[in-house]
């Protein structure tokens, strides 16, 4: 079942917000509701306008199907296996939904899903608006996957966030390799944005303030791991 709690123009398009009840994040037919609401308001969208689309899920079911609850004191970690498996399903619901945008034609340059505290823990929230960035054509896009929005709001507010999160964006779009910028952070190789995003707050999260010096400290982690590679390489071919 789906209701629209809200709908009002931002100028030429309009703020939708959309309520799927009686599911979670958890529902395998996820993407097929997503893709109704989309296809009976096709005609709400203008073609070659972007748009920001982001999914909000309770946090708490994360607790009923992992044993974890996101929204942890800072000493407790929760097990590698339990994330890996956490994340493997929320990108595959996030796949789902990019998929079902990209058949329908819609330009999107930013697709979120995240874990909030809603109202029920047996909705889900979509929320359509327009996208007032300028973008060209190769822009890079951000899809991305927040567990628990209230666990990231305990470490860093909304503004750190904010820019954080633009740092990030700028750095793997530089770099374009996300296997690489996995060694960067000093992670196993992995190219799940969202495990790289939650490693780049908890290593530099504190110079949020300071962009110059932790763009720098970036560019000499990243001529380091140049440098290695090259010693690597060279070594190799010695060898040869």
Not at 39 to 55: A, L, M, Q
Not at 89 to 105: G, P
Not at 108 to 124: A, P, R, T, W
């Amino acid at each position: 079942m789906k209701s629209l709690r809200s709908y009002h123009r931002l100028g030429g398009m309009a703020f939708m917000e959309y309520i799927l009840k009686n599911t979670d994040i958890f529902d395998e037919e996820i993407g097929l509701k997503f893709s109704e609401i989309i296809k009976e308001n096709r005609h709400s969208f203008v073609d070659g306008s972007p748009y920001n689309i982001t999914i909000s899920f309770h946090e708490r079911v994360l607790l009923n199907h992992f044993g974890i609850l996101l929204d942890y004191p800072t000493n407790v970690r929760i097990s590698n296996k339990n994330k890996d498996q956490l994340y493997k399903h929320l990108n595959f619901q996030l796949d789902e939904i990019k998929r079902i945008i990209e058949e329908n034609s819609i330009e999107s340059y930013s697709v979120d899903l995240e874990g909030k505290n809603l109202e029920s823990e047996n909705i889900m929230v979509i929320n359509i608006s327009k996208d007032t960035s300028n973008h060209s054509e190769n822009d890079y896009r951000v899809y991305s996957v927040l567990p628990s929005l209230t666990s990231l709001r305990r470490r860093v507010s909304n503004m750190p966030y904010k820019m954080l999160r633009e740092t990030f964006t700028e750095y793997i779009y530089t770099i374009g390799d996300e296997k690489q910028l996995a060694e960067i952070l000093g992670i196993k190789r992995t190219s799940n944005r969202s495990e790289l995003f939650d490693a780049f707050v908890e290593q530099y999260g504190d110079l949020w303030l300071e962009r110059n010096k932790l763009l720098d400290k970036l560019k000499e982690k990243s001529l380091s791991i140049i440098e290695k590679r090259f010693e690597r390489q060279q070594l190799k071919n010695r060898k040869n």
